[in-house]
Every structure is written in structure tokens, then in C-alpha cells.
Nanobody, 124 residues
Framework: QVQLVESGGGLVQAGGSLRLSCAAARGTFSLGAMAWFRQAPGKEREFVAAISRGGGDTRYVDSTKGRFTISRDNAANTAYLQMNSLRLEDTAVYHC?????????????????WGEGTQVTVSS
């Protein structure tokens, strides 16, 4: 059973940057594609970005294209989300997810493992 632990969240002013990390432990031999989702209070969990096992395929929700970058270091079993030009509407709990399949997906249902999340708050 893969265990995912996020870090790097915090409070930042609009226009600022944060870098989230997701470290995987236990059963990492089955680690395939990874992704980030976010959930704001009163809203459903939303897809943010995904990356294939090899890193060659990345997906983004339209609202983050050009501002966010997902990457991974397979040797370290870690995925990252670099977030630039942050906006008030980016405020949410950001969850890391992983699946056994090698291929990236934008669907919540496609992912087998989830982290507890890290809070990102963007202030004006």
C-alpha cells in the first residue's frame, strides 16, 4: 500500500509562488502516474495536474496552464507542483494522488492512493 505525504503548503500573497512536494513511501514499486487535486470549502475535489510514470505526459486544468508545473523524481519517489502567479481562487487543500497505471488521468476515480493534503491559502 503506497503512502503519500504532501508538504510545502502555506500562506502566500496573490502573485506569489509555492512549491508542493509529495513523497511516496511503502510499495513504491507499484507507483505509476501521479497527480494533484484540490478541494476548496464547500466544493468538490478538482483536478489540477497529472504526470505519467515516465514524465513525458503532463495534463493541467485550464485555469492553471502557464502558471503551474508538475514534475517528478522517480529515484526519490517524489512528485512536485510548482505554483506561480497564485490567485485568490487557488486557495484550497491540495491532495497528491497516485495510481498503479503508468498513464496520467484527470479523473478522481482513476487514482488508487491519496495523501491527506496540504493547505494553500492565497491572500490579497
Amino acid at each position: 500500500q503506497v503512502q503519500l505525504v504532501e508538504s510545502g503548503g502555506g500562506l502566500v500573497q496573490a502573485g506569489g509562488s509555492l512549491r508542493l512536494s509529495c513523497a511516496a513511501a511503502r510499495g513504491t514499486f507499484s507507483l505509476g502516474a501521479m497527480a494533484w487535486f484540490r478541494q476548496a470549502p464547500g466544493k468538490e475535489r478538482e483536478f489540477v495536474a497529472a504526470i505519467s510514470r515516465g514524465g513525458g505526459d503532463t495534463r493541467y486544468v485550464d485555469s492553471t496552464k502557464g502558471r503551474f508545473t508538475i514534475s517528478r523524481d522517480n529515484a526519490a519517489n517524489t512528485a512536485y507542483l510548482q505554483m506561480n502567479s497564485l490567485r485568490l481562487e487557488d486557495t484550497a487543500v491540495y491532495h497528491c494522488a497516485a495510481r498503479r497505471s503508468l498513464f496520467a488521468s484527470t479523473s478522481v476515480e482513476a487514482y488508487d492512493y491519496w495523501g491527506e493534503g496540504t493547505q494553500v491559502t492565497v491572500s490579497s
